[in-house]
């Protein structure tokens, strides 16, 4: 048996190669991976707000939301005494230990949300708690509140202030070049939520504009946000949707487009225990059964709430939260195709068309000029039309007649 020995040089070189990370690189690290663009910072803001029992959410965006996102709502707000761990990472009021998350009800849990927006943008946060004489005001860097929170003037609840996202990543920032493709998205993701939440007033809009992109009112219905948002040809073609199972702990709400209505792209918004996730299972399962129905290429329009019991899901699979794990998938899923089957099926009976009446038009009230067919023909060369006049010149005209008959001479077209 042979022993390989090291000297004391080797051992030296090899024992630096495996090293700890700084704190600021890991950080940093972490926050990529939980904001990926613009829109991941709003939705963790406006989930924050929602937590916050905000009935009033209002967001505004400057150059796709890389120089600047604003959130403004009129939660709870933030307890002076809480600032100084307000953007620490693993800091959350949400649970206290590991076994909470079986239970948990809100959106963020983690508390990496503020802590991953504070390592790659310059954050300022102004709150104000119900009964507080003032709100507070303070700046955040890294992870860490940048001196002390200072009195200030404020309203119940509280306003986040985003700027210069990714600043300090440049090939993320080279990434979002484009700021209306980026707005684009946030106005996605703040719809969803809003037509989610429809017992609070949601607004977007771009920074120094009246006009907002989103603008929902507290206390509207679903169908009325439906509406508001996607269109009256969207939402008259809609179907209740309901199914329900005790025995796999699941109970599933929503809307679904009939057979009549059809698009060119899929629209899918899933909620699952009120969060907004992306389901490839579920998504393929639907349209599966749309195939029946609607002609190749054409889509559906879909908007579905899944209710699983909270001990039956594992939320924390994905650093951005769009994914989630559920027991007896397989078999919710099939419940779900079954009963949308039997929706269309029920409601299939019939097509429905939309008409539109015309009024009638007096012939004596409106003169027509007369037309000119030198005028209607001048732009276009002759060699293009066709003769519908049996007076026009036709091809004879140019062929010379030969004999006494007068018949026109013959050519081989053949040679």
């Not at 009964?131 to 303070?138: F, I, L």
């Not at 202030?161 to 090939?171: G, H, K, P, Q, R």
């Not at 996605?188 to 009246?210: F, Q």
């Not at 209505?261 to 009120?274: D, G, P, V």
Request: glycine residues 6%; contains cysteine; aromatic residues 6%.
């Amino acid at each position: 048996t042979q022993w390989l020995t090291c000297s004391p040089e080797m051992s030296a070189a090899a024992a630096g190669v495996i090293h700890k990370l700084d704190e600021a690189v890991i950080n940093r690290i972490a926050a990529g991976e939980v904001i990926h663009r613009p829109a991941n910072a709003v939705k963790e803001m406006l989930e924050n707000s929602i937590d916050a029992g905000s009935s009033q959410i209002t967001i505004t965006v400057k150059s796709g939301g890389i120089k600047m996102l604003q959130l403004q709502d009129n939660g709870k707000g933030i307890h002076a005494a809480d600032f100084p761990l307000l953007c620490e990472r693993f800091a959350t009021s949400k649970l206290a230990k590991f076994e909470d998350l079986q239970g948990i009800a809100t959106y963020g849990f983690r508390g990496e949300a503020l802590a991953s927006i504070s390592h790659i943008a310059h954050m300022k946060v102004v709150s104000m708690t119900e009964g507080a004489q003032c709100a507070y005001r303070a700046s955040f860097l890294d992870g860490k509140m940048c001196g002390h929170a200072a009195p200030a003037p404020g309203v119940k609840g509280t306003l986040i202030t985003v700027e210069d996202l990714f600043y300090n990543v440049a090939t993320r920032r080279k990434t979002l070049k484009n700021a209306n493709d980026e707005y684009q998205k946030i106005v996605e993701v703040v719809s969803r939520y809003a037509l989610h939440n429809s017992g609070i007033g949601i607004t977007c809009k771009k920074y120094g504009e009246n006009q907002s992109e989103v603008h929902t009112v507290r206390g509207t219905t679903l169908e009325d946000n439906i509406r508001l948002m996607f269109g009256h040809n969207v939402a008259r073609e809609l179907l209740p949707f309901k199914c329900t199972d005790e025995k796999l702990g699941f109970v599933a709400e929503g809307h679904i487009s009939n057979a009549n209505y059809s698009m060119k792209k899929t629209t899918f918004i899933l909620f699952i225990n009120h969060r907004l996730v992306d389901s490839t299972h579920i998504k393929k399962a639907m349209e599966s059964v749309y195939q029946q129905y609607l002609p190749k290429s054409s889509h559906p329009w879909i908007y579905l709430s899944l209710s699983v019991a909270p001990q039956n899901i594992d939320v924390n699979v994905h650093p951005t939260k769009s994914e989630v794990r559920f027991l007896h998938e397989d078999d919710i899923v099939d419940a779900l195709h079954k009963s949308l089957e039997d929706t269309l099926a029920a409601h299939n009976s019939s097509r429905t068309f939309v008409t539109q009446t015309l009024s009638a038009v007096s012939t004596s009230s409106q003169k027509c000029p007369p037309t000119s067919s030198a005028t209607a023909t001048a732009s276009v060369p002759q060699y293009k039309l066709d003769r519908s006049d049996a007076h026009s010149q036709t091809l004879q005209a140019f062929l010379q007649p030969v004999g006494e008959l007068g018949e026109f001479a013959r050519y081989d077209v053949t040679r």
